[in-house]
């Protein structure tokens, strides 16, 4: 939710006509060319302009957006964005993946007579075909961790003009562990995808890429990385993001501005010339792959080396960024992976066997790393719960967690190899444990009591 000051509702909206409209479409239960997706989209949208257009106008106003001419928002979904922005914009362009929400939003469009300055087509972020410099301004509220960001920063920075912004509203693990705290006490089939989710997001951070999984749960840092490497540079946080700010201390929403100050190309040019950006080109090349643009740094390891194998350090950071882009079954995996003569860490080796889904090799591998690594135990644990090896997972994280290395992952692992292993009051006291394990990082007594209160409220109301 949107923290107080509340932003000015400087200007009359639509949102009323807006909504009976919707309304309607909910009532007739009419259809679109997809009725399920549609009556989603329909709900969904009625949130949105409950909360009212001038809400999103004045958000975009704190965001410098508001007297821009050409706008582009990325992940559209009921056009709400959109229609704020023409308020004061000219032209607005808004590209969704879902079908539903395209057309519901054209249809909204007509409603209050805006289709001729706002244009709705179902378009996969990251392929998206955008006109180069086109826009003055572009947003992506609510999407980017669905997506694969390194493609969609890279389609972002090339369709703005030279000093345009790019606004992001993203969600991060304080969410997605409210969202858990709710679902224990749901459905299982709910509980058990959030989990999955969540313990997939931590695997993608220590450095494994899972097909089929795409959510994300970036910090700012890493973000604002990513989109430096293409040419974006940090403005400040408008903090104007649907969604509550935090979670137990931990950062649930956040959101940021970049401006476009450089040719989006500039950084790989740099390192394709073998020169450093942040630290030295090595670790600057390793720092990117885990900000999220394993792809740009795979491209770069390439074409300065035909052969990145060659030389140790090279080859590690280029093995990581391999896994991390899902590119480790390439050809190149006997060269770079499993050539016996230049063995690689067992770290490395673990990564490249999880994410080929040889669990049992990754386990064996993540056990001979440095019993000191910040990730060892949390990789060993995720391994097992692949492996339904539920039992040894719990020790392994309940040891993590004795031993003081218990970082919300290691809790959610906990919860996890107890729901799965059918033990749904284990889980629901392991969680507990996880929100008590938040007075040691600072959180206030009063907070921690009232989100066990909640917890339980939730349970009780099974
Ligand atoms: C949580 S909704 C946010 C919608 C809107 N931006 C808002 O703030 O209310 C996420 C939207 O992103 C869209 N989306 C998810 N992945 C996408 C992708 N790869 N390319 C384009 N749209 C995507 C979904 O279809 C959905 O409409």
């Given at each position: 939710?949107l923290?107080?000051?509340?932003?000015?509702?400087?200007v009359?909206d639509?949102?009323?006509?807006?909504?009976?409209?919707?309304?309607?479409e909910?009532d007739?239960?009419?259809?679109?060319?997809?009725p399920?997706g549609?009556?989603?989209a329909?709900?969904?949208?009625?949130g949105?302009?409950?909360?009212?257009?001038?809400?999103?106008v004045?958000?975009?106003e704190?965001i410098?957006?508001?007297?821009?001419g050409?706008?582009?928002?990325?992940?559209?979904?009921?056009?709400h964005?959109c229609?704020a922005?023409?308020?004061?914009?000219?032209?607005?362009?808004?590209?969704?993946?879902?079908?539903?929400?395209v057309?519901?939003a054209?249809?909204?469009?007509?409603?209050?007579?805006?289709?001729d300055?706002?244009?709705?087509?179902?378009?996969?972020?990251?392929?998206?075909?955008?006109?180069?410099?086109?826009?003055?301004?572009a947003w992506?509220?609510?999407?980017?961790?669905?997506t694969?960001?390194?493609?969609?920063?890279?389609?972002?920075?090339?369709?703005?003009a030279?000093?345009?912004?790019?606004y992001c509203?993203?969600t991060?693990?304080?969410s997605?562990?409210?969202?858990?705290?709710?679902?224990?006490?749901?459905?299982?089939?709910l509980?058990?995808s959030r989990?999955?989710?969540?313990?997939?997001?931590h695997?993608?951070?220590?450095?494994?890429?899972?097909?089929?999984n795409?959510?994300?749960?970036?910090?700012?840092?890493?973000?604002?990385r990513?989109?430096?490497?293409f040419?974006m540079?940090?403005?400040?946080?408008?903090?104007?993001?649907?969604?509550?700010p935090?979670?137990?201390?931990?950062?649930?929403?956040?959101?940021?501005?970049v401006?476009k100050l450089?040719?989006?190309?500039k950084?790989?040019?740099?390192?394709l010339?073998?020169?450093?950006?942040?630290?030295?080109?090595l670790?600057?090349?390793d720092r990117i792959?885990?900000?999220?643009?394993?792809g740009?740094?795979?491209?770069?390891c390439?074409?300065?080396?035909?052969?990145?194998?060659?030389?140790e350090?090279?080859?590690?950071?280029?093995a990581?960024?391999?896994?991390l882009?899902g590119?480790?079954?390439?050809?190149?995996?006997?060269?770079?992976?499993?050539d016996?003569?230049?063995?690689?860490p067992?770290?490395?080796?673990?990564?490249y066997?999880h994410?080929?889904?040889?669990?049992?090799?990754?386990?064996g591998?993540?056990?001979?790393?440095?019993?000191?690594?910040?990730?060892?135990?949390?990789?060993q644990?995720?391994?097992?719960?692949?492996?339904?090896?539920?039992?040894?997972?719990?020790r392994?994280?309940?040891?993590?967690?004795e031993?003081?290395?218990?970082?919300?992952?290691?809790?959610?692992?906990?919860?996890?190899?107890h729901?799965?292993?059918?033990?749904?009051?284990?889980?629901a006291?392991?969680?507990?444990?996880?929100?008590?394990?938040?007075?040691k990082?600072?959180v206030?007594?009063?907070v921690?009591?009232?989100?066990?209160?909640?917890?339980?409220?939730?349970?009780?109301?099974?």
């Open positions: 939710m923290r107080e000051p509340a932003l000015p509702a400087t009359g639509e949102s009323g006509k807006i909504l009976h409209f919707l309304r309607g909910r007739r239960g009419c259809g679109g060319a997809e399920e549609y009556e989603d329909v709900a969904y949208a009625i949105r302009y409950e909360r009212g257009l001038s809400h999103y004045a958000a975009l704190r410098g957006f508001a007297e821009k050409e706008a582009l928002d990325v992940g559209s979904g009921a056009g964005w229609f922005f023409l308020k004061r914009g000219r032209r607005a362009v808004g590209i969704d993946r879902s079908p539903a929400f057309e519901l054209a249809r909204i469009a007509r409603e209050i007579g805006l289709a300055r706002v244009s709705f087509r179902t378009e996969r972020a990251e392929e998206a075909q955008l006109p180069a410099g086109a826009f003055d301004c992506s509220h609510s999407v980017l961790m669905y694969d960001q390194e493609a969609v920063l890279r389609n972002v920075a090339d369709a703005l030279k000093g345009g912004g790019f509203g993203y991060g693990e304080g997605r562990l409210h969202t858990l705290q709710v679902s224990l006490a749901g459905e299982t089939e509980l058990s989990l999955n989710t969540f313990l997939d997001s695997l993608h951070r220590c450095g494994v890429f899972k097909p089929g795409l959510t994300r749960m970036l910090r700012l840092e890493d973000l604002l990513a989109c430096a490497v040419g540079e940090y403005v400040g946080r408008p903090q104007v993001q649907d969604g509550r935090e979670y137990l201390g931990l950062p649930a929403t956040f959101d940021f501005v401006r450089r040719d989006r190309d950084a790989k040019s740099q390192l010339r073998g020169e450093a950006i942040e630290k030295t080109w670790e600057d090349l792959a885990r900000s999220g643009c394993p740009l740094v795979c491209d770069v390439r074409a300065v080396d035909p052969d990145p194998a060659e030389e350090e090279r080859r590690q950071v280029y990581r960024a391999l896994i882009a590119r480790a079954d390439s050809e190149e995996r006997w060269r770079i992976f499993e016996a003569a230049c063995p690689l067992d770290h490395i080796m673990g990564l066997w994410a080929r889904g040889d669990h049992a090799a990754a386990l591998a993540y056990r001979n790393m440095p019993r000191e690594h910040p990730d060892r135990a949390f990789l644990g995720a391994c097992l719960l692949q492996m339904k090896r539920f039992g040894w997972a719990r392994v994280f309940s040891e993590a967690i031993r003081g290395c218990g970082a919300p992952r290691e809790w959610i692992g906990l919860v996890a190899a729901h799965f292993g059918d033990k749904r009051d284990a889980a006291a392991a969680f507990r444990g996880f929100v008590e394990s938040r007075r990082a600072g206030p007594e009063a921690i009591e009232m989100e066990l209160a909640r917890l339980d409220a939730g349970r009780a109301s099974q």
